[in-house]
């Protein structure tokens, strides 16, 4: 397995859902050497089950520059150690690569050793762009990607949305592509005290404030320009509403210049990176957690919020589309409507007892349908089609 993210260099969902999905596999019987660029330290070599080995292999540069340029100098840094990792195990029956970032080292490996390479698509460059390529480096990645599910024996996609997404981009048959979505661990969100949620929600917020959160990339597709007018509105409303808008990305500057421009700094905090516990803390601390993406190809945030019991609000696009139930198990909107997401904010702010009965009914689903064991075996089965697949094949 190959991936350009891996703890402690978790950057979106693809990085989460590697974290996750590696030690669930080893736990169903594959064993899984994982082969990713050391960008964030961690060690270089670790068991993080007895089937599942993780290796950091130092990149070649410290930080990305010239960035398509570096991502291959990196692939190459990978397939060099990824040579030395086949012969300790004398050899591998499959290779799966995470996105394109990992894709040229795949690629090479898929040949030299003549072994099957399945590929999962986390996104799009043409997706993100909303069906535009914006410039040359967007146009490479797009080429990039387009090489990549071409040479796979299966693409993954995480979401029907997805995978019509990729065959229509990619000009893929529609038996090469397998739906498998993104899972999540509830354990995580193990019931805090009273006590203890008094506690943490204390350093956040005022005890007669309601807290409306959202966490993630801060990346112009989040839709989080839409989310601080919606806030701006709904507080004109409710003023004793805290916004919490939690993450790191690109547009971070601006939107505190924005909020500080409103002079609602006081109500819509965007306090940057928070650390995976607190991240898991503010889940079951909201009283509604928001995801109104332009653009989302699964929507693990979602996700997350539901295993956490936790009211969810979401953007009618994407794999967030699939994920929720409108009116059963969160509320979904039209993305780019800041004032229907004011309203729906509002609404399920007030409507507590409603709210409290879709976030139940949406722990039931995450239990039944989202676990990293259902997500596992849905991986695990498909890796053997391939290989019975492949040892009927002859590869010339």
Sequence with gaps: MLSWEYPPHIVGGLGAHVAEALPALARDGAAVTLVTPRWKGGAEAEWVHPNARVYRVTPPVSEISNFFADVQQTNLTLEQFAHTAWEQADGFDLIHAHDWLVGFAAQALKKIYKTPLIVTIHATERGRGRGALHGEMAQAIHGAEWWLTYEAW??????HF???????????????????????????????????????????????ERIVYFVGRLQQEKGLFVLVDAARQALAVAPNVKFIIAGTGSILGALRAQVQAWGLSDRIWLPGYISDMMRDQLFQMADVAVAPSLYEPFGIVALEAM??????IVSDVGGLSEVVDDGLTGIKIPPDRSDLLAQAILQSLNARAQAAEMAE????????????????????????????????????
């Design 154 to 159: 299966r693409v993954i996609a995480t979401s």
């Design 162 to 208: 997805m995978a019509d997404e990729v065959q229509r981009y990619f000009d893929l048959p529609q038996d090469k592509i397998a739906v498998i979505p993104n899972g999540v661990d509830a354990s995580r969100y193990a019931a805090l005290s009273a006590t203890e949620r008094d506690a943490w929600r204390a350093q956040w917020a005022e005890p007669h």
């Design 307 to 312: 295993a956490a019991q936790c009211p969810v």
């Design 361 to 396: 009914r949406a722990y039931a689903v995450v239990c039944r349908m989202y676990t990293w064991e259902h997500i596992a075996r849905a991986h695990v089965n498909l890796y053997h089609d391939v290989m019975e697949r492949r040892r009927a094949t002859v590869w010339h």
